[in-house]
């Protein structure tokens, strides 16, 4: 299974990004997708999940009314809609992917992860 991010670079506060994660080899839909964030010197944190059928939605509250997790089945891909950027939100991103009924913002049943996507935004 591969989980392969894009979408991040450097913008300015205020500002917006999408990322997109695209898995393969896997069937996407019996998968919860989520995104992890790292900045350096912190741990790892869920900011968004996603279950499979996109009934159920998980958002860390610093990005509450900012972030928009969402996904497209027929494509394998899920995407972080990030508006309103701050300069806390300068971290790596990270796609995952745990098998349902298993939830990405359990960090310990995640059973993929992506490589990661640098995310900068500027003050």
Same mark, same amino acid.
């Given at each position: 299974?591969?989980?392969?991010?894009?979408?991040?670079?450097?913008?300015?506060?205020?500002?917006?990004?999408?990322?997109?994660?695209?898995?393969?080899?896997?069937?996407?839909?019996?998968?919860?997708?989520?995104?992890?964030?790292?900045?350096?010197?912190? =741990?790892? /944190?869920?900011? *968004?999940?996603?279950?499979?059928?996109?009934?159920?939605?998980? +958002?860390?509250?610093? &990005?509450?009314? $900012?972030?928009?997790?969402?996904?497209?089945?027929?494509?394998?891909?899920?995407?972080?809609?990030?508006?309103?950027? =701050?300069? /806390?939100?300068? *971290?790596?991103?990270?796609?995952?992917?745990?098998?349902?009924? +298993?939830?990405?913002? &359990?960090?310990? $049943?995640?059973?993929?992860?992506?490589?990661?996507?640098?995310?900068?935004?500027?003050?």
């Amino acid at each position: 299974v591969q989980l392969v991010e894009s979408g991040g670079g450097l913008v300015q506060a205020g500002g917006s990004l999408i990322l997109s994660c695209a898995a393969s080899g896997c069937t996407f839909s019996n998968y919860n997708m989520g995104w992890f964030r790292q900045a350096p010197g912190k =741990k790892r /944190e869920c900011v *968004a999940e996603l279950t499979w059928g996109g009934n159920i939605t998980y +958002y860390a509250d610093s &990005v509450k009314g $900012r972030f928009t997790i969402s996904r497209d089945n027929t494509k394998n891909t899920v995407y972080l809609q990030m508006n309103s950027l =701050k300069s /806390e939100d300068t *971290a790596v991103y990270y796609c995952a992917a745990a098998r349902s009924p +298993y939830r990405v913002v &359990v960090r310990s $049943r995640v059973d993929y992860w992506g490589q990661g996507t640098q995310v900068t935004v500027s003050s």
